[in-house]
């Protein structure tokens, strides 16, 4: 189950939209509530992802592939997880956007995902003379990494932090 905020799901559709006729890519940032149920491998199962931010990040695929391939490369993932820490967030997936496709992943994007992270595809094509995001759907996969499956998506307005939030005193003063 993954849970997102609205203003996250806003976010990544305005962003493919923007990308458009390219592939945009981003980070899925929040926290992952494993529960006590694992599966005979110690995996969790029924683990729920709350997203409460995402993070923009530069598609560095060839720029010939961009209409149909993302990439994100070691040090861009290595400074999305530094952001998130800083915020006391974790990485819980990744979005991505296939314009001109449908929402469902290819067999690329299941070469190059791994088990226990959620990867949200949203379908934008040209509607009216403009980007118009279509289906948006989120995906897990497999242990095995054979297959995908369509993962729930639940809507949140004010998602629950998954930290508590200390505020800065203020200043002297006030």
Not at 8 to 32: F, H, N, T
Not at 99 to 122: C, M, Q
Request: hydrophobic share 40%; net charge negative.
């Amino acid at each position: 189950m993954l849970q997102i905020s609205a203003s996250a799901l806003s976010d990544i559709r305005v962003r493919a939209e923007a990308s458009y006729p390219y592939e945009c890519c981003g980070a899925l940032l929040g926290a992952i509530d494993e529960g006590s149920v694992t599966d005979e491998a110690g995996q969790p199962i029924n683990a729920v992802r709350r997203v409460v931010e995402t993070l923009p990040i530069v598609n560095e695929a060839e720029v010939a592939r961009l209409i149909d391939r993302f990439v994100i490369e070691p040090e861009q993932y290595l400074a999305a997880d530094r952001a998130a820490r800083a915020k006391h967030l974790d990485i819980v997936g990744f979005y991505h956007s296939h314009p001109n496709d449908t929402s469902r992943p290819s067999e690329f994007d299941r070469e190059h995902a791994l088990p226990n992270w959620s990867y949200i595809i949203v379908a934008v094509a040209k509607e009216d003379g403009a980007p118009r995001s279509g289906t948006l759907q989120s995906w897990e996969l497999s242990h095995d990494r054979e297959v995908f499956a369509e993962e729930p998506i639940e809507a949140i307005e004010s998602p629950e932090s998954p930290e508590p939030i200390i505020e800065a005193p203020s200043p002297k003063g006030n």
